[in-house]
Nanobody
């Protein structure tokens, strides 16, 4: 019904920047929120940043001041601008969205995950 596709991952040096993008497609009535999570080897998946339909955003303490989440409602996309990257930012980054879909007169809320994109910060 709905899918999320991430792009922009890669290898960068410490202090460098990277921009991740996530595009949602399908029978979307409304995107309630979109966000980014990450999972490093041997660690649990953690929230990086989220942005709700009203436009407000929340960030993990570890990325505040360095990462910025933004969205384009017309394109159903969300981006994550990552600056001043550190080796500890190395992880697979996953796009997440809570989406309302419609089929006729029936509305349904879905949580959707992307497949992930690998970010490696190393010299």
């Amino acid at each position: 019904q709905v899918q999320l596709v991430e792009s922009g991952g890669g290898l960068v040096q410490p202090g460098g920047s990277l921009r991740l993008s996530c595009a949602a497609s399908g029978s979307i009535f409304r995107i309630n929120s979109m966000g980014w999570y990450r999972q490093a080897p041997g660690k649990e998946r953690e929230l990086v940043a989220i942005i709700i339909s009203g436009g407000s955003a929340n960030y993990a303490d570890s990325v505040k001041g360095r990462f910025t989440i933004s969205r384009d409602n017309a394109k159903n996309t969300v981006d994550l601008q990552m600056n001043s990257l550190k080796p500890e930012d190395t992880a697979v980054y996953y796009c997440n969205a809570h989406i309302t879909v419609v089929n006729g007169i029936t509305y349904k809320s879905l949580e959707v995950w992307g497949q992930g994109t690998l970010v490696t910060v190393s010299s």
